[in-house]
């Protein structure tokens, strides 16, 4: 009998410039969007609302853009990362189209880098993965690296090569949602009166609150996502594992700490850009995530005075509240609570 099953690919199965078609198309329906409220108690108004999505102009609530990105990122998992290690960070991710609800959904993905580690038994394999509509038009295009194991520690492997990233997206690269009007932006139904023009750069913002993860919301966000790496699950093998027991997908930090910002960031109503990011920590059930993030940058965008764009650094931080901003010590080493680095570019309103 032949072998139908997929193992994953394993280091040495990647080729540089290697383009992959990743399965399964996938239709984002407004259940996934509810489900995905359930998870974060996200409340951005823009996401939550139609008829506020309609007053700026949006036909309706657009798709969370962070689901999007999971959707996107989750259909690479079964051909890239299905024998990851870990998913080590982000780069030069643009959001294109917002997606709505009864869009569909695909990812292609070409090998962009590869570098086998000191150790012969892994390798860092650095993928830029596009995702389209049903109309073939880009709603997320992002490059982003993971360690990969060898299934052959003594398989041959070409020469490192490693991309150059720019360390973040321009002003004016950034993709403004056709007919955006922010005129009819009401700063009351959307929770903050604090508009582009209120922050500076070297602002510090403590988001406050915080969320403890749960095993089982961690694994139905995994699920929804269509994630399959076997860290996530597999509590079977993964207790004879690194770390003893399941680790919780990356991107769930990441949808919990965008979530808690609305607390101090409630108009930054679209992520247009994900310029960096790196999980600096794991995260397990049972622990509790806070926040906090700093203004980078404020940048005006070509021929719009009504929306601006801020570049953010937010840290997400584990058992530990952010009133004093965690982040990294004297020596460069971060701090033992921060679990999450991610450097990305937001739209918001500006007053008028």
Same mark, same amino acid.
């Given at each position: *009998?032949?072998?139908?099953?997929? %193992?994953?690919?394993?280091?040495?199965? /990647?080729?540089?410039?290697?383009?992959?078609?990743?399965?399964? %198309?996938?239709?984002?329906? &407004?259940? $996934?969007?509810?489900?995905?409220?359930?998870?974060?108690?996200?409340?951005?108004?823009?996401?939550?609302?139609?008829? /506020?999505? @309609?007053?700026?102009?949006? %036909?309706?609530? %657009?798709? $969370?853009?962070?689901?999007?990105?999971?959707?996107?990122?989750?259909?690479?998992?079964?051909?890239?990362?299905?024998?990851?290690?870990?998913?080590?960070?982000?780069? @030069?991710?643009?959001?294109?189209?917002?997606?709505?609800?009864?869009?569909?959904?695909?990812?292609?993905?070409?090998?962009?880098?590869?570098?086998?580690?000191?150790?012969?038994?892994?390798?860092?394999?650095?993928?830029?993965?596009?995702?389209?509509? &049903?109309?073939?038009?880009?709603?997320? $295009?992002?490059?982003?690296?993971? *360690?990969?194991?060898?299934?052959?520690?003594?398989?041959?492997?070409? +020469?490192?090569?490693?991309?150059?990233?720019?360390?973040?997206?321009?002003?004016?690269?950034?993709?403004?949602?056709?007919?955006? !009007?922010?005129?009819?932006?009401?700063?009351?139904?959307?929770? #903050?009166?604090?508009?582009?023009? !209120?922050?500076?750069?070297?602002?510090?913002?403590?988001?406050?609150?915080?969320?403890?993860?749960?095993? #089982? $919301?961690? *694994?139905?966000?995994?699920?929804?996502? @269509?994630?399959?790496?076997?860290?996530?699950?597999? &509590?079977?093998?993964?207790?004879?594992?690194?770390?003893?027991?399941?680790?919780?997908?990356?991107?769930?930090?990441?949808?919990?700490?965008?979530?808690?910002? /609305?607390?101090?960031?409630?108009?930054?109503?679209?992520?247009?850009?994900?310029?960096?990011?790196?999980?600096?920590?794991?995260?397990?059930?049972?622990?509790?995530?806070?926040?906090?993030?700093?203004?980078? +940058?404020?940048?005006?965008?070509?021929?719009?005075?009504?929306?601006?764009?801020?570049?953010?650094? *937010?840290?997400?931080?584990? !058992?530990?509240?952010?009133?004093? /901003?965690?982040?990294?010590?004297?020596?460069?080493?971060?701090? #033992?609570?921060?679990?999450? !680095?991610?450097?990305?570019?937001?739209?918001?309103?500006?007053?008028?």
């Amino acid at each position: *009998m032949a072998n139908k099953t997929n %193992p994953g690919n394993f280091f040495e199965d /990647f080729q540089l410039g290697q383009k992959i078609i990743h399965a399964t %198309p996938r239709t984002i329906t &407004q259940g $996934d969007s509810s489900l995905y409220t359930a998870l974060y108690g996200t409340r951005f108004a823009a996401h939550s609302s139609s008829a /506020f999505a @309609q007053a700026v102009g949006l %036909p309706e609530a %657009p798709v $969370d853009d962070m689901l999007v990105f999971h959707v996107v990122f989750g259909k690479t998992v079964p051909d890239i990362s299905l024998n990851a290690i870990a998913n080590l960070g982000y780069a @030069q991710g643009r959001f294109g189209l917002p997606v709505y609800p009864g869009d569909t959904l695909s990812t292609v993905s070409e090998v962009i880098g590869l570098k086998e580690n000191s150790n012969g038994k892994t390798g860092t394999v650095y993928v830029r993965s596009v995702g389209t509509n &049903q109309r073939g038009e880009v709603v997320l $295009d992002y490059v982003r690296w993971v *360690m990969v194991r060898k299934g052959n520690a003594n398989a041959e492997v070409g +020469e490192a090569v490693v991309p150059e990233l720019a360390k973040s997206v321009s002003g004016g690269d950034l993709i403004v949602p056709e007919g955006l !009007d922010l005129s009819g932006y009401d700063a009351r139904l959307a929770g #903050s009166p604090h508009f582009w023009d !209120d922050y500076e750069a070297g602002e510090k913002i403590d988001h406050v609150d915080a969320m403890t993860v749960e095993e #089982s $919301d961690h *694994m139905i966000a995994t699920r929804l996502y @269509q994630n399959t790496a076997k860290v996530h699950f597999n &509590q079977h093998t993964e207790k004879d594992g690194r770390f003893g027991k399941r680790i919780v997908y990356g991107g769930h930090i990441i949808s919990l700490a965008r979530a808690l910002s /609305f607390n101090g960031l409630a108009n930054a109503f679209r992520i247009a850009a994900i310029n960096g990011g790196r999980h600096v920590a794991p995260i397990f059930a049972g622990d509790t995530v806070y926040a906090w993030s700093e203004v980078l +940058e404020q940048e005006a965008l070509p021929g719009r005075d009504d929306v601006g764009a801020l570049r953010l650094r *937010m840290i997400a931080a584990k !058992d530990h509240a952010c009133s004093d /901003f965690p982040y990294q010590n004297s020596d460069g080493t971060y701090h #033992s609570a921060v679990v999450l !680095d991610f450097d990305y570019t937001v739209l918001m309103p500006r007053k008028l």
